[in-house]
């Protein structure tokens, strides 16, 4: 059986509209799963040129599995192994935006335990710490001091520099 221009086009439609929506839940953003909305409607639209007995139950057919696949969405894929992966489950109740103590580090000194470019790895009071510099480049090994504390954000400069 040989299908004519508008039962193609109802298949692609169809196709397209399904692939485009299973799609947009891996890369979310809202495009892709408009686009495959306005394919599903025109699906329904073509269903009715290509299939003009059918077309009513076409276009029933389509809204209700939509329906029941977001239903199946929205209650089930949550639960799964690979809904689980994809969602964030903690919440930040008890998250703290700042290392406690770490404003006392202002003015003491230490050592380049990474290359700095400009962020990198240094040792302060015995304990390894992430610092960035004014912009400069320093190499691994060299002597640094804290001149600035903002937040988490350690700032550094060479002890020749300072």
Known sequence: M???????LFFILLGSGLVLIAIEIFVPGGI???????????????????????????????VLLTGLVLVVWIRVFPRTSLGKAMTVTGDLANAKAAQPGIEALTGKTGE???DL??????????KRMDVVT???????????KVVEVRGNRIVVKEVTDV
């Open 134 to 144: 004014d912009g400069r480049m320093l190499d691994r090994g060299r002597q640094i």
């Open 32 to 62: 892709l799963g408009t686009l495959g909305a306005i394919a599903l409607v025109g699906a329904i639209v073509m269903g009715f040129t290509a299939f003009p007995e059918a077309g009513p139950i076409i276009a029933l057919g389509i």
């Open 2 to 8: 040989e299908l004519n221009l508008a039962q193609q």
């Open 112 to 114: 380049t335990v990474t």
């Open 117 to 126: 470019r400009p962020g990198g790895y240094a040792m302060i009071d015995g």
